[in-house]
């Protein structure tokens, strides 16, 4: 079922992104990712979430953020991370890994929703 806005023309903005995240989460999983977590979210106000918490088959844990943007203007999906985004998405990884007794290897990717199809940024930022 697909949520509309509340003009009742086109899909709403959750909708739309829940999308993009299937679609990601999909092309993850064709290479090899096994999913841990969909949209973590640390409690309290201010927090972070966390779109898809996967992990390679190195065993890195991988934290994703999902980005979809129909546009392209001011640099498309995957440069609409900025440094706030960045340090909230830091934020709920390192209280995500709170529950492991031994820290993994972690890396912070990118998943962009182009016209083209996802355009997958490993490695993206670091928590650095």
Same mark, same amino acid.
């Given at each position: ?14 909708? =739309? ?32 979430? #966390?779109?898809? #918490? ?12 999902? =980005? ?13 991370? !900025?440094? #706030?985004?960045?340090?909230? #998405? ?11 007794? =031994?820290?993994?290897? $972690?890396?912070?990717?990118? $998943?962009?929703?182009?016209?083209? !199809? ?11």
């Amino acid at each position: 079922m697909q949520f509309l806005k509340k003009d009742g023309v086109g899909p709403t903005t959750k909708a =739309r992104g829940d999308a993009g995240e299937d679609e990601a989460l999909a092309y993850l999983q064709a290479r090899g990712m096994r999913l841990l977590q969909r949209n973590y979210r640390t409690p309290g106000r201010g927090g972070g979430e #966390i779109d898809l #918490i996967m992990q390679a088959l190195d065993g890195t844990v991988v934290f994703v953020e999902v =980005r979809k943007r129909s546009r392209t203007d001011h640099g498309g999906a995957a440069a609409s991370i !900025g440094h #706030i985004k960045q340090r909230r #998405i830091i934020f709920a990884a390192q209280h995500y890994l709170l529950r492991w007794r =031994r820290l993994p290897a $972690v890396r912070f990717d990118v $998943v962009a929703i182009e016209a083209a !199809g996802p355009l997958w940024l490993q490695g993206a930022f670091d928590a650095g």
